[in-house]
């Protein structure tokens, strides 16, 4: 595909077509690279985004040790 850079201040922009950015997945953050002389555009993406999905299907890790309760834990907390 063949696109134009467009003035935006001092710096250039391309405009990229809605199928694509739908097909890449791309919002509003993306992070750029260059590599071989290539731009390469990809999203960001939050680190920890579907551990809540992943620790649902999976369950705890089995790595974590169980809860171990504490003196605090086996009255009531008066203030």
Not at 10 to 34: F, H, M, T, W, Y
Not at 43 to 51: C, F, N
Not at 54 to 68: E, F, I, Q
């Amino acid at each position: 595909m063949k696109t134009r850079l467009v003035r935006i201040g001092n710096s250039r922009g391309i405009r990229i077509p809605k199928p694509v950015l739908e097909q890449l997945g791309l919002v509003d953050e993306v992070e750029l690279a260059v590599q071989d002389g290539a731009l390469v555009v990809t999203p960001v993406r939050d680190p920890r985004a579907g551990w809540a999905d992943a620790v649902a299907r999976h369950g705890p890790s089995p790595l974590l040790d169980a809860p171990t309760p504490t003196a605090f834990d086996e009255g009531e907390w008066s203030w």
